[in-house]
């Protein structure tokens, strides 16, 4: 008999094991796994013996919720809360005003630069007893701190000595989700819409409080709700309590809610006969409209608006500015503490010479009418998120105006959600741009955090990858793109070395060869991309509409809608002139930036042909011809992808099952499409070089008949 109980308690231990390892990705990197390495878990027992959150607000309610559940499944063990300190080994958070042993151990001096968000984590004595210490001037403070806390624990980092402070160096960091009404989310990848309407407001689906929790653990303080191609209807009663009924859940975890207004609304839901910013009826809509939204959310963060851009309505429609527009919705916010991000990505009606200089062209003029609660949104790049662009010149352009950059965590242009590829490079690069707007040294990353202009209204935005899906984000590395996000908003000047690392260790393991390997795929995987799709400064050659896939060939339509627009390839070469021979877009930067792109010598080649129509013979750095050099490029980003998929391989039964073969699986679509994008794209572009690829490369399996018409048919989002 007591054998027999041997066996069936074996067998129990080995089906509990089993569904232990089984992973759909649903907890992100917030898994709170046993400790795996036994010194580690040994230490951290013996340092971590209980804890005490004190205050009672529904923040610092979430934080004692998230310590409680990370401790537990961290240490393996459930982890004694107390209502008083009284022994060694303690975890102590609060803030000064909430918990008297905060209180009592006089941080103020240490707490005093670190405004409401920001937080300090230390070992120190409490009554001769020693105690692990998570202190803020602000219950989201908390919060941030204990999940600060946690992914230390995660990552196996030691907390014998800890000192640590942390505050955000961007006052608004949040995600632009384009979601729609009808549940569609435009540039979605994974699924449909998280905001169920038609469940709220009475239901809160528990993804709900796992999405707040998740951008809590990075320090996003802020969701734009709906699309920018907005729908009015949103500000209308009905929808207006269901996103309260959103805005009472999130404001437990930090985070503020956010709509885009459509510019019509008077109109289209207010019964106006115009949308005129400077009409009397229409401001006194537009405030009133506030404050009705203001009695049900009185947190409300404000409006996005996208105006005068692919169709959307907009204050130029009645011959008024953008300024105008964005002082009219800014008046009627800024009495409740609202503030009214404007976007900057606009189209002219008729086709500019040269897309890339128009929002500079547009908002430069502009600078120092907006009212102080205006933002104005500004891509990272001035086309728009292609794998590679430079950064864009309204970045330091305007002093007297804020300036915040919206960047995108989906893949509109990078794979949707099939390809692997890491976006922290694509940021970073951006970020860590020299504006030399103010002399050298005048970082994009300073102009956003406001240090450059001494402004004190900061912002920053990512334009969501998330849908219903059960991971998320459908593919299981894209979650990386979401955490990057929030690590840069939170500290634009982290690497984006250190935060895969993060991520890697809380989202996969600790194991130090998993660790390197998963890193240099993602570290990589970028580059990757840029190389089978666009390559030497190549840009928007995508397939027509959903931007899937190569389509070098689209000439049909709006001009600078096509592909030929950007890449000008003729029988002399290839590239966009954008120098003052050209269309001199590379003016609209500052001296030491326009003379580097300006010079075919000087300027990277990275971006070469983003700034030159650059002649097909045209000696590299590398001393092959431009043409030979474009055929290596694209063919170095194929031969990337297949070392991705071998070092992918090597983890095998080192990280769970489940992921591990879906993103084998991904690697290998990932492959064939990346030879789709190589093989179109050289064949169409030898059309106008008359130039043989080179010998040595793998030559293209079909003819370019065949690139040109492939559809696609297992591409989620893709139709």
Not at 250 to 279: C, M, Q
Request: net charge neutral; with cysteine; hydrophobic share 35%.
């Amino acid at each position: 008999m007591k054998s027999l109980y041997s066996i069936i308690l074996i067998v129990l231990v080995a089906v509990n094991f089993q569904v232990a390892k089984a992973e759909d990705g649903y907890r992100l990197w917030l898994r709170y796994d046993l400790v795996a390495d036994p010194g580690i878990l040994k230490s951290y027992n013996k340092l971590i013996k209980g804890w005490i959150v004190e205050g009672d607000s529904p923040v610092i309610q979430s934080a004692k919720k998230e310590l409680d559940k990370g401790l537990e499944g961290l240490l393996g063990h459930k982890v004694q809360s107390f209502t008083s300190p009284g022994g060694n080994g303690l975890v102590i958070a609060g803030t000064p005003s909430g918990s008297p042993v905060v209180a009592s151990l006089k941080l103020n001096d240490k707490l005093a630069g670190l405004g409401q968000e920001g937080y300090l984590i230390i070992n120190t004595k409490y009554r001769n007893k020693k105690v692990i210490v998570i202190a803020s001037n602000g219950d989201a403070g908390v919060l941030y701190g204990v999940f600060n806390f946690l992914r230390l624990l995660q990552t196996n980092q030691p907390v014998k000595s800890l000192s640590i402070t942390s505050a955000p160096k961007i006052k608004i960091r949040l995600l632009n989700h384009w979601d729609n009404l009808d549940r569609s989310v435009e540039r979605g990848y994974a699924g449909l819409s998280l905001w169920n309407w038609e469940t709220l407001p009475g239901k809160l689906d528990e993804r709900y409080t796992d999405y707040a929790r998740a951008n809590a653990s990075v320090g996003i303080n802020g969701t734009v709700l709906t699309n920018v191609n907005a729908n009015a209807l949103i500000l209308t009663k009905d929808y207006l309590l269901k996103v309260a009924a959103l805005a009472d859940l999130f404001r437990s975890y930090g985070t503020r809610v956010y709509l885009t207004a459509r510019f019509s609304a008077p109109v289209e839901i207010g019964n106006l006969k115009t949308a005129d910013p400077l009409d009397p009826d229409v401001i006194k809509w537009w405030k009133a409209k506030a404050d009705e939204i203001y009695s049900y959310i009185p947190d409300f963060g404000g409006f996005v608006v996208k105006a005068n851009s692919e169709g959307q309505p907009g204050p130029q429609d009645y011959k008024r500015t953008h300024a105008d527009g964005a002082n009219t919705l800014a008046d009627a916010v800024g009495p409740h503490g609202g503030i009214v991000m404007w976007r900057a990505f606009v189209y002219d009606n008729n086709v500019p010479d040269d897309r890339a200089k128009q929002a500079y062209n547009e908002f430069v003029p502009l600078d120092g009418k907006f009212r102080d609660n205006v933002i104005i949104q500004v891509k990272n790049g001035p086309v728009d998120f292609q794998p590679r662009e430079p950064f864009h010149p309204l970045f330091g352009a305007m002093p007297r105006t804020p300036i915040m950059p919206e960047l995108q965590i989906t893949q509109e242009y990078l794979g949707s959600s099939t390809h692997l590829v890491y976006l922290a490079p694509l940021y970073e690069e951006c970020l860590k741009s020299d504006t030399y707007a103010k002399g050298k040294g005048s970082f994009v990353a300073k102009v956003i955090d406001g240090s450059l202009d001494n402004h004190k209204l900061t912002a920053i935005a990512g334009v969501a990858n998330t849908g219903d899906v059960r991971n998320w984000t459908g593919h299981p590395v894209a979650q990386s793109n979401w955490y990057a996000f929030g690590r840069l908003a939170w500290d634009p000047y982290l690497t984006s070395e250190m935060i895969a690392d993060e991520w890697i260790r809380m989202t996969f393991s600790n194991n130090q060869e998993t660790l390197r390997t998963i890193s240099r795929i993602m570290l990589d995987s970028r580059e990757a991309a840029v190389k089978y799709m666009t390559p030497l400064g190549l840009h928007l050659i995508m397939y027509s509409g959903h931007h899937y896939g190569p389509g070098p060939w689209v000439s049909r339509g709006r001009q600078d809608w096509t592909s030929v627009y950007y890449h000008k390839a003729d029988e002399k070469g290839i590239g966009f002139n954008r120098t003052s021979s050209g269309s001199n877009a590379v003016g609209q930067y500052f001296p030491p930036v326009r003379d580097l792109y300006e010079n075919i010598v000087t300027c990277p080649e990275n971006l070469l042909l983003w700034f030159h129509h650059v002649p097909w013979d045209y000696k590299m750095k590398s001393g092959r011809s431009l043409w030979d050099e474009l055929c290596y490029t694209y063919h170095d980003g194929v031969k990337t992808v297949q070392l991705m998929q071998n070092q992918w391989e090597s983890i095998k039964g080192f990280i769970d099952n489940d992921r591990f073969e879906t993103v084998k699986t991904l690697l290998i679509r990932q492959e064939r499409d990346a030879k789709i994008w190589r093989d179109g794209c050289i064949l169409y572009f030898q059309t106008f070089s008359k130039k043989p690829i080179p010998a040595d490369l793998e030559k293209p399996e079909h003819d370019l008949d065949y690139y040109i018409n492939h559809k696609y048919t297992d591409i989620p989002g893709i139709s």
